[in-house]
């Protein structure tokens, strides 16, 4: 005798008015099952026959990139469903042998947590639209809205269950929870602390029930072999590892058994910093212990620190993204400068080309005036570009911006920046551009503002890397990969710099140009390979995935325009300061209510 799952079906919201005959019909289509954290539901590029309805748990939808990174889409709850686009598009008959083709997946599904999936058929959910045509509305609303959602931020895809995973006895890590939770409150956002006294032993139900009541959920832990440690970090949407900057991890910290969040890629590292204590290993050695996607710096209790990771939380944070322009890029400082006097926090920074370059600044944690000072000392007093030679590689030898870039990066370590940073360049090796998140600062600097044919490219373990403008000018699919928040963007793309065709007609030697104009004076060439190198850069790409879009008036300054610093900051400063006007930040970055930041928070310290 086969059991009647309709009572099931008519749990789900989606089907709650569909008649109780249709559903016991469509019953006979159907199947439970558990899926363990971890595990798979369908890959990308499956072929769909089945629509599927999360009952307990959470699953998680990932995509892969053009550079082979998976990127987290969101997450799918109870009483939704999943893999409906796949079936509405292959419910088309277009090879006319009258039954619907089966159309593949788009995107690959994974358990988050211990989940309960229920399987219908398509004949099954055939059953079900004709008892009641209205679920084909519902659906259609359910498919537009997450195309419209898209990767703008939103509650239902922020992660809600944190599981926070102390590696040393001497982490308290209730303090740390606590300090979070009360940040948190400025949010209006109710939040749970569960710890291994609570939470031990509790069947799936119970944290669906948590996720359900709490806006976030924290389970506190320990690594260590345990029941509760292995249910925690089963259970959570994101893994946060907290470790000691004065001492040295284990490595693996996770077991790769245990925490299926770390194959997926939605841990974060927590590294925690005392004034009194001095380092004991680096930063990438906590990143490559824990598999972190991303690594954060909390210094002290009650400070900035807290607010950041609270709005990461809560899906607060925000994201700068710096658009590459070469001298048009100036315009980036001002921009940084509006936002700050308008108290919007930077929590993310990251660009391509010049743009990296301020962003890096803004990750260093500079203030204004000496972010001005140090672009001023090595963009403006004097040519970067002047080193020129006859070209084997490239115009330019390169020494010079090889010499600022170590006067004033150094040898920092991009995971030793203040605030999550990245950099966008374009491998020739592969035709794809490479996102740097890790190693060394000016490296990746280097790489990205290296103009094919103007400077040489950089060689980094086989690869040759040249301009991001080259294929990502305005990164801002990359700062949606990295959070969940508000994308502010300013670009300074245009289209192409037109060339004077009489510099193009029986032009000089290299020897008679430099006699005529020195050494200081840009060649026709460069002019040449500068519009080669960006004639497909569209001045429209990437617009559309930020949340304020900022566009310095820039009509006299080309990207040569070394000299030009003032008036292009000032045109930043000033179309910032407009962009900010149409739309307060300040109560998505601080809670309802906030005329300002929290007491006490300084935007320039981590």
Not at 481 to 487: I, T
Request: aromatic share 8%; with cysteine.
């Amino acid at each position: 005798m086969s059991l009647d799952i309709s009572p099931t079906l008519k749990s789900i919201p989606i089907l709650g008015d569909v008649p109780k005959r249709a559903l016991k019909a469509a019953g006979r289509e159907a199947k439970w099952f558990a899926l363990p954290a971890g595990w798979e539901l369908f890959k990308a590029g499956e072929i769909s026959d089945s629509i599927y309805f999360v009952l307990s748990g959470s699953l998680g939808a990932f995509q892969a990139m053009p550079d082979g990174r998976s990127d987290f889409l969101g997450h799918i709850r109870a009483g939704e469903p999943v893999g409906e686009m796949a079936l509405f598009e292959g419910a088309v008959d277009e090879d006319g042998d009258g039954l619907p083709d089966n159309a593949p997946h788009t995107s690959s599904v994974y358990a988050l947590r211990d989940s309960e999936v229920l399987e219908i058929s398509r004949k099954g959910f055939d059953r079900i639209t004709k008892a009641d045509p209205d679920i084909l509305s519902s659906m259609i609303r359910v498919m537009l809205m997450r195309l419209r959602e898209g990767r703008k931020p939103n509650r239902r895809n922020a992660p809600k269950v944190f599981a926070l995973v102390a590696t040393s006895p001497t982490i308290d890590l209730e303090l740390r929870a606590e300090a979070l939770q009360k940040a948190l409150q400025r949010f209006n956002m109710n939040c749970r602390i569960i710890d291994e006294a609570e939470g031990r032993d509790k069947p799936t139900g119970y944290f669906d029930e948590l996720e359900a009541n709490y806006d976030i959920v924290m389970l506190v832990t320990s690594v260590g072999d345990s029941s509760w440690f292995r249910l925690s970090t089963r259970q959570a949407d994101r893994v946060w590892v907290f470790g000691r900057a004065d001492a040295r991890p284990s490595n693996p910290l996770l077991p790769s058994h245990d925490s299926p969040a770390s194959t997926l890629q939605l841990v974060d590292m927590i590294l925690l910093h005392h004034s009194s204590q001095r380092p004991a290993s680096q930063p990438a050695d906590w990143l490559d212990a824990s598999g972190a996607a991303r690594l954060f710096h909390w210094h002290g209790l009650n400070t900035p620190s807290c607010e950041r990771l609270a709005r990461v939380m809560a899906g607060r944070s925000t994201g700068v993204i710096l658009s590459g322009g070469g001298a048009r890029a100036y315009a980036h400082i001002g921009v940084v400068r509006a936002l700050r006097e308008a108290e919007i926090p930077i929590d993310f920074a990251g660009g391509a080309s010049m743009g990296a370059v301020v962003a890096a600044c803004v990750a260093m944690g500079w203030p204004d005036d000496e972010i001005e000072r140090r672009i001023r000392k090595a963009f403006v007093e004097s040519n970067p570009l002047g080193d020129y030679n006859l070209p084997v590689i490239s115009l330019i030898r390169g020494k010079r911006v090889n010499r600022r870039l170590e006067e004033h990066f150094g040898d920092v370590d991009i995971d030793d920046l203040h605030i999550p940073f990245f950099a966008v360049s374009t491998n020739l090796t592969d035709g794809t551009y490479r996102v740097h998140r890790r190693g060394q600062l000016r490296t990746a600097l280097r790489a990205t503002i290296s103009l094919p044919g103007i400077l040489p490219p950089v060689v980094h373990n086989g690869e040759v890397l040249v301009d991001g403008a080259v294929l990502n000018n305005f990164p801002t699919d990359v700062m949606r990969e990295l959070h969940r928040g508000v994308v502010i963007g300013s670009d300074v793309a245009r289209a192409p710099e037109g060339l004077k065709a009489e510099d193009f007609v029986n032009p000089p030697g290299f020897f008679e140009w430099v006699w005529k104009h020195g050494f200081s004076s840009a060649p026709p060439i460069a002019g040449l390979l500068m519009r080669s190198a960006t004639l497909k850069v569209n001045p429209s790409a990437g617009r559309a995935l930020v949340d304020m879009l900022i566009l310095p008036e820039l009509r006299d300054i080309e990207l040569r325009d070394w000299t030009a610093f003032e008036e292009a900051v000032e045109a930043g400063y000033t179309a910032a300061q407009k962009a900010i006007a149409k739309g307060s930040l300040t109560e998505f970055c601080y809670g309802p209510g906030s005329a300002a930041r929290p007491k006490g928070v300084d935007l320039h310290e981590v």
